[in-house]
Nanobody
Framework: QVQIEESGGGSVQSGGSLRLSCAAS????????MGWFRQAPGKEREGVAV???????TYEDSVKGRFTISQDNAKDDLHLQMNSLKPEDTAMYYC??????????????????WGQGTQVTVSS
């Protein structure tokens, strides 16, 4: 079973940037589809950005042009560069992995392996 750990969360002002990182206990490059998800208080968990085993990326509409997901194939790390952050981006951010193809890559229900999350807080 893949163990996942996130890092890089914190507090920033609106318009600022943060870079989240995700490390797994076994090689994930081209073996697992990896994604970032977030959950704000009182809201359901939602997909933010996903990268498939072939490198194809999918983004949630509200983060397109601001967030970039990337995978370091040498270190097997996953990153989420978040620019132009807004207060509505405030949430607990989770890294997750799946090893099967799905029709909706941003659906969190299709992911089997999850980290504990890292908090991102954006103040206005």
């Amino acid at each position: 079973q893949v163990q996942i750990e996130e890092s890089g969360g914190g507090s920033v002002q609106s318009g600022g940037s943060l870079r989240l990182s995700c490390a797994a206990s076994e090689p994930t490059y081209r073996r697992y589809c990896m994604g970032w998800f977030r959950q704000a208080p009182g809201k359901e968990r939602e997909g933010v950005a996903v990268i498939d085993r072939d490198g194809r990326t999918t983004y949630e509409d509200s983060v397109k042009g601001r967030f970039t997901i990337s995978q370091d194939n040498a270190k097997d790390d996953l990153h989420l560069q978040m620019n132009s952050l807004k207060p509505e981006d405030t949430a607990m951010y989770y890294c997750a992995a799946r090893n099967r193809r799905v029709s909706e890559p941003l659906n969190p229900n299709d992911y089997s392996y999850w980290g504990q999350g890292t908090q991102v807080t954006v103040s206005s």
